[in-house]
């Protein structure tokens, strides 16, 4: 079943007069469950993919359609609303809130949602092994920490589809090895599906499909 999937999507950005255009023409498919990795050089428009996948950023032209909705057709609102219920997203630098401990960051996605899991926020601390870390504050973790925390985060919604933008890119081989494990194993107990940007062959290895991204389009 296709859970996600984009119509000849096109993503510029103006640059004074003129502009630059990023993403030329993408059409993807994304099954429900699938782990898909995306690699492609530094500037080839990895990142600007992701933001316009997960609602973060919008096209130029072209749809992004996730679970038969036009991301494009929905008003802030409603699309604040998907990115909360249905997408979960992973930043190479953590994007944690520095005011709230980890087991209040873990919990954030459910409380603007106005929901309330206090055993699906313990399970996922367990999971990502932070059970002595809860009461942590960012500044206080490591990297591997931290971007465990993200992960478990992003996850407490139960999304449809999860993003992670070079998740292991600030972290040393150690850490960032126990991190993927980690991923790859939540995903496969929750069933969501998982896009990766990665420069790791051997992780790309690992997806069910590796899409290349060269100059804006999949090469
Ligand atoms: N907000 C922006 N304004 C102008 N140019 C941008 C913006 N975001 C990204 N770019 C440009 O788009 C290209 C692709 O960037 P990006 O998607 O971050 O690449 P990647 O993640 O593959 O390294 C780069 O040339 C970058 O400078
Ligand atoms: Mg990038």
Do not use: W, Y
């Not at 699938?34 to 080839?44: D, H, L, T």
């Not at 603007?112 to 942590?136: F, G, M, T, Y």
């Amino acid at each position: 079943m296709t859970l996600l999937r984009t119509q000849n999507l096109n993503k510029s950005f103006p640059i004074g007069d003129d502009q630059i255009n990023v993403l030329k023409g993408i059409n993807i498919n994304i099954e429900a469950g699938e782990f898909v990795a995306i690699m492609g050089k530094s500037g080839s428009g990895k990142s600007t993919l992701l933001s316009l996948l997960a609602g973060l950023d919008q096209a130029t032209s072209g749809q992004v359609i996730l679970a038969d909705e036009d991301l494009g057709q929905l008003s802030e609102e409603q699309l604040a609303i998907k990115r909360q219920s249905d997408i979960g997203f992973v930043f190479q630098s953590f994007h944690l809130i520095p005011t709230l401990n980890v087991e209040e960051n873990i919990a954030f996605p459910l409380n603007i949602a106005r929901q309330h899991n206090p055993e699906k926020v313990d399970a996922l601390i367990e999971a990502v092994e932070l059970a002595h870390r809860k009461k942590s504050f960012p500044n206080q973790l490591s990297g591997g920490e931290k971007q465990r925390t993200a992960i478990a985060r992003a996850l407490v919604t139960d999304p449809k589809i999860l993003f992670a933008d070079e998740p292991t890119g600030n972290l040393d081989e150690t850490n960032a090895k126990q991190v993927i494990e980690l991923l790859l194993n939540l995903q496969k107990a929750s069933g969501t599906a998982l896009i990766i940007v990665t420069h790791d062959p051997a992780l790309a290895a690992l997806a069910d499909r590796t899409i290349t991204i060269k100059d804006g389009q999949i090469s």
